[in-house]
């Protein structure tokens, strides 16, 4: 088997790229529409990870959760609070399950997690 790519559910296309690219330093790899007008579905990433984001009605539930793990979590912490985004000033947690974690949900409810494990 190969990595998983998520399908988060997204449903304003400025609101979604101020988040994901703006805020969380994702790049677009391609967007796609059916024609002008129609939904976007589009790739971003960051590094090796990848995601998409759709705007159409079922492919995805909004309100999903995916983790993300991070090399050097506490560079990407204080990268995302030096931007003073409005909408989120997450933290840093220490798990009992030994992972370091940063919490944020996007503008749709999705909710991300980026992690660390203690030991790296």
């Known amino acids: 088997m190969k990595p ?3 399908i988060l ?3 304003d296309e400025e609101k979604a790229k101020e988040f994901y690219i703006g805020f969380l330093e994702f ?3 391609w967007e796609h529409r059916f024609e002008d007008g129609f939904p976007l579905y589009m790739q971003i990433s960051r590094g090796a990870c990848l995601i998409h984001l759709s705007e159409h009605y079922g492919d995805c539930t909004p309100g999903s959760s995916i983790r993300i793990e991070v ?3 506490e560079a990407y912490h204080a990268a995302l609070l030096g931007k003073a985004y409005k909408y989120a000033r997450p933290g840093i947690e220490n798990t009992p399950w030994g992972t370091r974690e940063v919490r944020i949900s996007d ?3 999705n909710r991300i997690t980026f992690y660390e494990n203690e030991e790296s």
């Open 71 to 73: 090399d050097a979590l």
């Open 27 to 29: 790049a677009v790899d």
């Open 4 to 6: 998983v790519t998520p």
């Open 9 to 11: 559910r997204i449903f």
């Open 107 to 109: 503008p749709f409810g």
